[in-house]
């Protein structure tokens, strides 16, 4: 037992941190940065973290706590998903039925499926791109026009409260339908994704009002000009676009169109979630291999070829509706050329080229991009927690977006207003961009106006493609500054946005700046003339700093510049940033250490016999402070001291719909003729089975009994008490397992490891710590 | 004058032999008709026309030692003739009028002559001998010097954006840029009154410069803008905001920094009285049935703390 030597390090998969790129959710779910408040078992603490209380042991223990959020809280919201078939009579009956030409139907089915998915998540990116531009574009001309006409006659100071007002109310829309109807659809949602993917089940994350809000979100809080993108949240639709498609039905419309039947289950749905994911991020970025990439390092540990290439095929009809719908939007029906919402614009090899001795700078990039990265993170876990504890209640977080939108405009009207980086104006430029003259000299427009007054997409190709000298150092600079606080500052509100472009826009920015350095340090100055590739290697930093993943986001960034000869480069600044930002804090990598799980398992289990009483069962299942999911099934033996042999498992979700049909052993004797249950009454049921609490058994029905052999899975995954903690790990995360028996020699059950006992134990700087459960 | 070209032509039949350059002379006659109509100047050329002439009928020994069937007729030699003296003619003519830009105005005409000739040569009209001058002019050799030099002309062309600000057939200037002409001449006229006096003149010249101002901008919408416009405004601009410094100054320092200031200073309030007033979200914890738990857990954080 004190041995403690081995490590095992994982990448964060599963349970563990997924990258901090919501932060709430995340936050709320797991744990990554250790510092701060310690939380060891054994020394709970009452009100604060920092205070010391001797530890009481069991007296303590028993008793629930109240304590502040902390980062080490694992809330009991998040159910796991059953990736595990349930192999019991009924369903290999069903297996048996069906033929070889149903099994032809079904394959079939999931690629047309796939086809659905993609064509609707590229209407959803186009629907969200255009009334982003109209409504954006409005408010643009409308805030320019006043601040022309004031510029000119004075009172300035309406113009700015009236950009200042115009950027509230949108964002207060976008705030109140996120902070009011569907919490869920705050933030990109990523997170929330990995986690089903991983299989964790964050209530309410695929439902079809989880995507209106989400889409209706989006829209508000990037045309009211917060710094956000709406690529993140794309990823988020894709997948609830995916969920509701594939089950073909809607449980909120209460619709059912009879069709996908076969597909209503955990294991089923969540590989069309992934190609669903995939459609997304191949619709934002217009990188379909970049989407199945993001599934296959966030999402599914067991891939089978086919799957990806459903997936693949998925993806490149997203970004081909995308496309065609957009072309036809630009009146260039037909022309493919603008792959993603968001377009890098081509970067042509000949003019952007880069050398071998550029390597090593774009190396030193990676290293800042990492080192911003690291310290947005660490300041965006500050705010999140003290929003957490103190700024919970709707209405003040509506009230909170509308100020951050104010403030971001008031800044942004600031920085125009007092800088004095004016350009000449190129005829064909005024027309696209919303450019102000603001006090340049007539036929010059601010630089800085372009940067901040512009939507965030804009703002990048502008920062990427704009010729050199279009910005002056200290513009750039400001704008760093105050971008990078500003995002750090907006992302984790309570609306729904992604972090890709703001993070892209603050590493376009410091990256340009780079480049216009450079010649001035460097020997031979003529060497670094094109800004533009910096800005796109420190977008590239920045991107990865913040949100440290790694293969997805080099084939996401290659593919949306056009260019695979980036490969190289971006991939190295990736690398360094993730290297570099990691070893500031610790985001994903978490270590795992114990000489036996056996600390983990929960013990004695809760086991429900063969043939059980039904009053026991609903008993158990009603008792809300264990509020299990899973339940050995055993024969128990003539001496009942002793635990019972392991013959199988049975879920909380089967036991409720035999309560809900009264499926008791006297009722099957006295009625013969009682319609026999069907794999179709579970599949009705799925994926909201009814609380235990709606269930009435009166007190009759108490007393019958219950057989379970037909519905149970007989032969669920055990492990032999000996077994190591990395073991138990490898076993989960192979095999997507929710529940694992814990045996002895004989097949006697000793105890029950499930995903949250698992969760909860993660080794931090400290040793190893232990996550609270919590009820929210 | 008119010896040396005779003299030409008869040598050329003397040469040749050939009694289809007869048409020649007619062809020539016709073009040098046209030119005069359109324009008038290029008369002025005609001695360096001469001297061309000269120049090509030591060529034109050389290129007796070809078969002839290899080598250009009478009158593609004559169409080359008028091409160059065109060329010459638009060249100094865009010299002429590079600063300031007035490219479009001046040059029109010898443009559209030059293109003239130029699909004459091109036009595929087979001369009696079954052979066309586009065949020998243009495609005969790698360097297709023709075309090249009619391309570069047409590429400064393009660039200039003149068609723009001209009528459909190219043969006069659109009512719009003369009108935008004279606003602008106004305008500058207004700034040579006041010169001395700036600040005078930001007042006095402001409604003339709004006006320009305004056309320019009406034409910007309507896309139909060239070069010499875009520099007239250029320069007009130039001086009113740099030379005359009449450019408008940030004079409301104090309200913006007030507002600003009021509106950075609202999320402070904001997270303060929360902070100072909001109570904190409590978790309830829940405690886990575990086996031996006391004991292996406290030996585990012993060992790590």
Redesign the interface.
Same mark, same amino acid.
């Given at each position: 037992m004190a041995n403690i030597t081995k490590k095992v390090s994982w990448s964060g998969r599963g349970e563990e941190g997924t990258p901090l790129l919501n932060g709430s959710e995340e936050v709320k779910y797991t744990r990554q940065l250790s510092g701060g408040g310690m939380f060891h078992i054994g020394r709970l603490s009452t009100v604060d973290l920092d205070e010391d209380i001797t530890p009481e042991e069991d007296a303590v223990r028993s008793k629930p706590k109240e304590i502040p959020h902390n980062e080490k809280l694992l809330s009991l919201k998040y159910e796991s998903l059953d990736y595990d078939n349930i192999e019991n009579h009924l369903f290999l009956e069903e297996e048996r039925r069906m033929g070889h030409m149903s099994f032809r139907c079904l394959e079939i089915s999931r690629w047309v499926i796939c086809g659905l998915i993609g064509v609707l998540t590229g209407l959803i990116a186009c629907f969200i791109d255009i009334v982003v531009e109209k409504l954006a574009g409005v408010k643009y001309v409308v805030v320019k026009k006043s601040i022309d006409k004031n510029t000119e006659i004075g009172g300035m100071c309406i113009s700015l409260i009236l950009w200042a007002a115009l950027n509230s109310a949108f964002v207060m829309v976008g705030a109140i339908i996120v902070a009011f109807f569907e919490p869920i659809a705050a933030g990109s949602g990523i997170p929330q994704i990995k986690c089903y993917l991983n299989g964790v089940k964050v209530p309410r994350v695929v439902r079809l009002k989880t995507l209106m809000v989400k889409v209706c979100g989006v829209i508000c809080s990037v045309a009211g000009g917060l710094a956000v993108g709406k690529e993140g949240p794309m990823i988020h639709s894709g997948a609830v676009v995916a969920a509701g498609v594939s089950q073909g039905r809607s449980t909120s419309l209460k619709k059912d169109f009879k069709i996908f039947e076969y597909f209503r289950r955990d294991t089923e749905k969540r590989d069309f979630v992934s190609a669903g994911a995939a459609a997304g991020v191949s619709a934002a970025f217009g990188a379909p291999v970049g989407g199945v990439l993001f599934s296959l390092e966030e999402g599914a540990s067991f891939w089978n070829q086919l799957l990806t290439w459903r997936i693949f095929f998925a993806s490149m009809i997203s970004t081909f509706t995308l496309n065609f719908v957009l072309s036809i939007y630009h009146k260039k029906t037909g022309e493919l050329s603008s792959p993603g919402l968001i377009n890098f614009g081509s970067f042509d090899l000949k003019s952007v080229k880069y050398n071998i001795y550029e390597i090593p700078l774009f190396i030193v990039m990676g290293a800042i991009g990492g080192l911003l990265g690291a310290l947005f993170n660490v300041l965006n876990y500050w705010l999140t927690i003290f929003r957490i504890r103190y700024v919970h209640r709707p209405c003040l977080q509506v009230m909170e977006a509308m100020l951050v939108a104010a403030v971001t405009a008031t800044v942004s009207f600031a920085m125009i207003y007092f800088s004095n980086d004016c350009q000449p104006l190129e005829t064909q430029k005024s027309s696209e961009d919303y450019s102000l003259q603001g006090f340049c000299a007539d036929g010059e427009y601010s630089a800085m106006a372009t940067a901040f007054f512009n939507t965030p997409e804009r703002s990048v190709r502008s920062l990427f493609h704009s010729p050199a000298g279009t910005y002056k150092l200290e513009t750039l600079g400001c704008f760093t500054l105050v971008y990078f606080f500003l995002a750090c500052w907006t992302y984790g509100l309570t609306v729904s946005a992604g972090v890709f472009i703001p993070s892209l826009l603050i590493g376009a920015a410091w990256g340009r700046l780079f480049g216009i350095m450079l010649p001035y340090i460097a020997l031979n100055p003529s060497v670094f003339t094109d800004p533009g590739k910096y800005a796109l290697m420190g977008a590239a930093a920045q991107l990865g700093g913040i949100v440290r993943m790694t293969l997805s986001l080099t084939v996401i960034l290659v593919e949306a510049t056009g260019n695979v000869t980036y490969g190289l480069p971006i991939m190295l600044v990736l690398m360094t940033a993730k290297i570099v930002g990691d070893y500031f804090i610790e985001v994903s990598e978490v270590l795992h250490s114990s000489p036996s799980y056996r600390e983990v398992m929960s013990s004695p289990v809760t086991c429900f016999n063969r043939v059980e009483k039904v009053g026991t069962i609903v008993d158990v299942l009603s008792n809300t402070s264990t509020n299990h999911n899973g339940f050995p099934v055993i024969i128990q033996t003539a001496a009942s001291e002793e635990p019972g042999k392991l013959c199988g498992l049975i879920l909380r979700s089967q036991l409720i719909v035999l309560l809900k049909h009264k499926v008791f052993v006297e009722r099957a004797r006295s009625r013969l003729r009682q319609r026999k249950l069907q794999l179709k009454d579970f599949r009705d049921a799925y994926p909201r089975f009814p609380p235990i609490q709606s269930i009435h058994v009166s007190q009759d029905e108490r007393e019958c009994m219950m057989d379970l052999t037909e519905f149970m899975n007989p032969t669920p995954y055990t492990v032999p008490q000996d077994t190591s903690l990395p073991r138990v790990f490898k076993l989960f995360r192979a095999l997507g397992l929710r529940h694992l028996v814990v045996v002895d020699d004989d097949n006697r059950v000793i105890g029950l490891v499930t995903r949250k006992d698992l969760a909860r134990y993660h080794l931090g700087k400290h040793g190893l710590e232990e996550l609270h459960l919590a009820h929210t | 004058m008119g010896g040396f070209t005779l003299c030409g032509r008869m040598l050329c039949w003397l040469l040749w032999g050939s009694p289809l350059a007869l048409i020649g002379p007619l062809n020539l006659s016709v073009l040098a008709a046209e030119a005069s109509q359109t324009k008038p100047p290029s008369f002025l050329f005609l001695p360096e026309k001469a001297l061309d002439g000269l120049g090509y009928f030591s060529s034109l020994s050389l290129a007796a030692k070809f078969p002839e069937d290899l080598e250009i007729t009478e009158d593609c030699l004559k169409l080359l003739l008028v091409f160059g003296q065109r060329y010459v003619d638009l060249v100094s003519c865009l010299v002429s009028s590079a600063r300031p830009v007035e490219v479009c105005q001046n040059c029109y005409g010898a443009y559209s002559s030059f293109n003239e000739t130029y699909s004459n040569i091109t036009s595929d009209t087979m001369g009696p001998k079954n052979d066309s001058c586009q065949e020998s002019l243009m495609h005969s050799d790698r360097l297709m010097l023709l075309y090249r030099l009619y391309s570069s002309l047409q590429t400064i062309w393009g660039s200039a954006e003149c068609t723009s600000c001209l009528t459909k057939d190219h043969k006069g200037l659109l009512n719009s840029t003369l009108n935008f002409i004279s606003s602008q001449n106004s305008t500058l006229s207004c700034f040579e009154k006041y010169k001395g006096n700036h600040s005078e003149l930001c007042t006095e010249c402001k409604v003339t410069y709004k006006r320009l &101002?305004e056309l320019y901008s009406n034409l910007?919408k309507n896309g139909s803008?060239c070069i010499d416009i875009?520099d007239a405004?250029?320069v007009t =601009? =130039?001086l009113?905001?740099?030379n005359f410094d009449c450019?408008?100054? =940030?004079?409301?320092l104090v309200?913006?920094i007030a507002?600003?200031s009021f509106?950075?200073f609202?999320?402070v309030i904001?997270?303060l009285s &929360?902070?100072l007033h909001?109570e904190?979200?409590?978790?309830?914890?829940?405690?886990?049935? =575990?086996?031996?738990? &006391?004991h292996?857990?406290? &030996?585990?954080?012993d060992?790590?703390?």
């Open positions: - | &101002n910007e803008l875009e405004m250029n =601009r =130039r009113w905001s740099k450019t408008v100054k =940030r004079e409301e309200p913006v507002v600003s509106m950075l609202l999320p904001f997270y &929360n902070f909001s904190q979200k409590k978790r309830k914890l829940i405690h886990p049935k =575990r086996a031996k738990s &006391n292996s857990l406290m &030996n585990i954080q060992k790590f703390s």
